[in-house]
């Protein structure tokens, strides 16, 4: 098995963050929106309302190392905001060629004693050639390689993998 995701730890940054919305610390990811739409990096060194693992929203803690990011996947629809994460490749995939893809997400904790929250479906990755050009906050149009379709609200780390073919060199991938 080789890991061709740089930085998916979240571990390799130019400054702790101390608010949120601070991904542009974190080294090789990114997002295609304007200043509405920035998903956030979180560390256990962080201060403020950039450190793990009490965020503005959740209590959570790192899943591997002490960092994660974090995006907005639910909005209301008379005001809809999409924030999307989109992380590099080692090396371009190769066509015709199967990979095997993991990652893990949770919702975090609200409180101690409230067990509910808001479940999302539709969450999916899509392979690209970069950063995709998102204007402000609007959804973009992606083919997905991967989409979870069960609504999702779970308080710990839940790990998906898929396989996929690659039919294009791709270089990039976007939550």
């Given at each position: 098995?080789?890991n061709l995701i740089v930085n998916?730890?979240?571990?390799?940054?130019?400054?702790?963050?101390?608010?949120?919305?601070?991904?542009?610390?974190?080294?090789?990811?990114?997002?295609?929106?304007?200043?509405?739409?920035?998903?956030?990096?979180?560390?256990?060194?962080?201060?403020?309302?950039?450190?793990?693992?009490?965020?503005?929203?959740?209590?959570?803690?790192a899943f591997k190392g002490k960092?994660?990011?974090?995006?907005?996947?639910?909005?209301?629809?008379?005001?809809?905001?999409?924030?999307?994460?989109?992380?590099?490749?080692?090396?371009?995939?190769?066509?015709?060629?199967?990979?095997?893809?993991?990652?893990?997400?949770?919702?975090?904790?609200?409180?101690?004693?409230?067990?509910?929250?808001?479940?999302?479906?539709?969450?999916?990755?899509?392979?690209?050639?970069?950063?995709?050009?998102?204007?402000?906050?609007?959804?973009?149009?992606?083919?997905?390689?991967?989409?979870?379709?069960?609504?999702?609200?779970?308080?710990?780390?839940?790990?998906?993998?898929?396989?996929?073919?690659?039919?294009?060199?791709?270089?990039?991938?976007?939550?």
């Open positions: 098995a080789q998916g730890g979240f571990e390799s940054f130019l400054e702790f963050p101390n608010a949120s919305g601070q991904l542009h610390f974190v080294s090789d990811w990114g997002h295609g929106g304007g200043a509405s739409a920035v998903p956030d990096f979180y560390h256990e060194g962080g201060t403020g309302a950039g450190d793990l693992p009490q965020t503005p929203l959740a209590k959570v803690n960092a994660i990011a974090g995006f907005v996947a639910y909005s209301d629809p008379p005001n809809a905001k999409h924030e999307y994460l989109t992380g590099r490749l080692a090396e371009p995939l190769k066509p015709g060629q199967r990979y095997r893809m993991s990652f893990a997400i949770t919702s975090g904790r609200v409180h101690e004693w409230v067990d509910a929250g808001v479940g999302v479906s539709g969450l999916g990755v899509s392979m690209g050639f970069g950063v995709p050009d998102q204007l402000e906050a609007e959804k973009l149009d992606l083919e997905a390689q991967f989409e979870i379709h069960e609504a999702l609200y779970d308080r710990n780390w839940r790990r998906f993998t898929f396989v996929f073919e690659a039919n294009q060199p791709f270089t990039h991938f976007t939550f």
